[in-house]
């Protein structure tokens, strides 16, 4: 390891450590501004240094950071009545959580200078993906139909406020929303194609249509956001950089639509204060709502930790084993667990919310450690990739990660299943059937 290296660690991890303390104590002191700030500045830094070192905005550990570290800043700011003062263990995990990412993430580095391989020109390639996009979309919509037409309505035209979590039908719902894989998809093929015909235009048009149609559908500003967050990602890893003026114009345009939906979710500006419980009531509702978002999330963290009274030792993160296969139907009592939160409206969750409730405080620093050594090992395999679909597994942990304090992505179902299928187009773009013959 060389010497410069070394130093870098220090100063990351080092300033992180020192930081992370000093917001504990003023936490304790009741100084809940400071104790937000400090760590919202800490996480600002390292993203900084981190984009700076690496030249990409998506770095993984950068996008960690910011979303962890700062996500934990906004939570200790304690703007709603729901918040409480956490306890020693909840600061025990989410300080082990950071460090053992790091560790993973620092695991086996060799600080070199990577050569990056750039995506090549090639037919074959943006053939099959156009065929990808193309079973994904008539997937979708026949899925979507089916579904349409077993629960007898669709969210967008039903006036209740929850609509969406009853329109699933068991197994059919993974096909429905695969869609919102197209657009980053899109940015591949358009990327390794030699030339799009105009009918091919037409058809990516459509595709793309769907992609946001049913998310819209469906009233699913998550689902809406991901596709096209997804999407972004995958243009600046493919492209290594994206013009603000673009990102701009990205955002306005998603703003609007997620407007609409809140609209026709019936989440009134009254309606969405009586949850949020803010302190200062006057809370302009576009700051209430993100807030809300982010930190209640480690309050529901909290909450497991102060109330769980048992551990389920792999139970709950084996979720997506047993709705995959069909088996919580058949052992209902392995998903009887009870579900933690400080209202039970506000049902997001961190990351490592099934870590600690199957195996406590080992549970969310291993769990930890995996997920930082999984970053870098696809981090490598991307940059010496010529398969277009590696970018896809890529723009997904972007994703998980610069999310990881929203859900349990790990121990979600619908997470594995678009691993499963981006595994699976891999090989089918990636397949050379000349290499087959000749071996």
Same mark, same amino acid.
């Given at each position: 390891?060389?010497?410069?290296?070394?130093?870098?660690?220090?100063?990351?991890?080092?300033?992180?450590?020192?930081?992370?303390?000093?917001?504990?104590?003023?936490?304790?002191?009741?100084?809940?501004?400071?104790?937000?700030?400090?760590?919202?500045?800490?996480?600002?830094?390292?993203?900084?240094?981190?984009?700076?070192?690496?030249?990409?905005?998506?770095?993984?550990?950068?996008?960690?950071?910011?979303?962890?570290?700062?996500?934990?800043?906004?939570?200790?700011?304690?703007?709603?009545?729901?918040?409480?003062?956490?306890?020693?263990?909840?600061?025990?995990?989410?300080?082990?959580?950071?460090?053992?990412?790091?560790?993973?993430?620092?695991?086996?580095?060799?600080?070199?200078?990577?050569?990056?391989?750039?995506?090549?020109?090639?037919?074959?390639?943006?053939?099959?993906?156009?065929?990808?996009?193309?079973?994904?979309?008539?997937?979708?919509?026949?899925?979507?139909?089916?579904?349409?037409?077993?629960?007898?309505?669709?969210?967008?035209?039903?006036?209740?406020?929850?609509?969406?979590?009853?329109?699933?039908?068991?197994?059919?719902?993974?096909?429905?929303?695969?869609?919102?894989?197209?657009?980053?998809?899109?940015?591949?093929?358009?990327?390794?194609?030699?030339?799009?015909?105009?009918?091919?235009? *037409? !058809?990516? #048009? =459509?595709?793309? @249509?769907?992609? &946001?149609?049913?998310? /819209?559908?469906?009233?699913?500003?998550?689902? %809406?956001?991901?596709?096209?967050?997804?999407?972004?990602?995958?243009?600046?890893?493919?492209?290594?950089?994206?013009?603000?003026?673009?990102?701009?114009? *990205? !955002?306005? #345009? =998603?703003?609007? @639509?997620?407007? &609409?939906?809140?609209? /026709?979710?019936?989440?009134?500006?009254?309606? %969405?204060?009586?949850?949020?419980?803010?302190?200062?009531?006057?809370?302009?509702?576009?700051?209430?709502?993100?807030?809300?978002?982010?930190?209640?999330?480690?309050?529901?963290?909290?909450?497991?930790?102060?109330?769980?009274?048992?551990?389920?030792?792999?139970?709950?993160?084996?979720?997506?084993?047993?709705?995959?296969?069909?088996?919580?139907?058949?052992?209902?009592?392995?998903?009887?667990?009870?579900?933690?939160?400080?209202?039970?409206?506000?049902?997001?969750?961190?990351?490592?919310?099934?870590?600690?409730?199957?195996?406590?405080?080992?549970?969310?620093?291993?769990?930890?450690?995996?997920?930082?050594?999984?970053?870098?090992?696809?981090?490598?395999?991307?940059?010496?990739?010529?398969?277009?679909?590696?970018?896809?597994?890529?723009?997904?942990?972007?994703?998980?990660?610069?999310?990881?304090?929203?859900?349990?992505?790990?121990?979600?179902?619908?997470?594995?299943?678009?691993?499963?299928?981006?595994?699976?187009?891999?090989?089918?773009?990636?397949?050379?059937?000349?290499?087959?013959?000749?071996?």
């Amino acid at each position: 390891m060389r010497e410069r290296s070394r130093n870098n660690i220090i100063l990351e991890y080092g300033t992180y450590m020192l930081t992370f303390f000093a917001s504990y104590i003023a936490s304790l002191a009741g100084f809940y501004y400071l104790s937000g700030a400090i760590l919202i500045g800490e996480a600002l830094f390292l993203y900084a240094h981190w984009v700076r070192e690496t030249g990409g905005l998506v770095e993984l550990r950068a996008l960690f950071t910011l979303a962890w570290v700062g996500g934990q800043g906004i939570a200790c700011l304690q703007l709603s009545k729901l918040q409480t003062d956490w306890s020693y263990i909840t600061w025990l995990c989410f300080f082990l959580i950071y460090a053992g990412f790091g560790i993973g993430y620092e695991w086996g580095q060799r600080y070199g200078k990577i050569e990056e391989k750039e995506l090549e020109k090639n037919e074959k390639q943006a053939k099959r993906l156009f065929q990808c996009m193309i079973g994904l979309a008539v997937a979708s919509v026949v899925c979507f139909a089916f579904e349409a037409l077993k629960v007898g309505f669709i969210p967008l035209f039903s006036s209740e406020p929850h609509a969406y979590s009853y329109f699933h039908v068991s197994g059919v719902h993974y096909f429905t929303i695969s869609c919102i894989l197209i657009p980053a998809i899109t940015i591949l093929y358009v990327k390794v194609s030699n030339g799009i015909s105009i009918i091919n235009k *037409l !058809i990516l #048009a =459509v595709t793309n @249509i769907i992609a &946001i149609a049913i998310p /819209f559908l469906c009233v699913s500003r998550f689902q %809406l956001l991901f596709a096209v967050g997804f999407a972004v990602v995958t243009y600046i890893i493919v492209n290594k950089k994206i013009r603000l003026r673009t990102m701009a114009i *990205l !955002i306005v #345009a =998603v703003i609007p @639509i997620y407007v &609409i939906l809140t609209v /026709f979710r019936h989440h009134d500006v009254t309606y %969405l204060n009586s949850i949020f419980e803010m302190k200062y009531e006057k809370m302009p509702i576009f700051v209430t709502q993100p807030y809300m978002y982010v930190a209640n999330n480690f309050e529901n963290f909290n909450c497991m930790v102060v109330q769980l009274t048992e551990h389920t030792w792999g139970i709950r993160m084996l979720f997506p084993v047993f709705a995959l296969t069909g088996l919580k139907f058949i052992f209902p009592q392995l998903t009887s667990s009870a579900v933690y939160l400080t209202k039970p409206e506000l049902t997001t969750l961190t990351m490592f919310y099934d870590a600690y409730y199957d195996f406590g405080i080992v549970g969310v620093f291993c769990v930890a450690l995996i997920i930082g050594i999984a970053a870098k090992v696809l981090t490598r395999v991307v940059k010496n990739s010529k398969n277009p679909v590696a970018y896809l597994f890529y723009g997904q942990l972007a994703i998980y990660l610069g999310l990881a304090f929203f859900t349990t992505w790990f121990s979600n179902p619908t997470t594995w299943f678009w691993l499963i299928l981006t595994g699976m187009m891999y090989w089918f773009v990636g397949y050379d059937e000349s290499k087959k013959r000749n071996e």
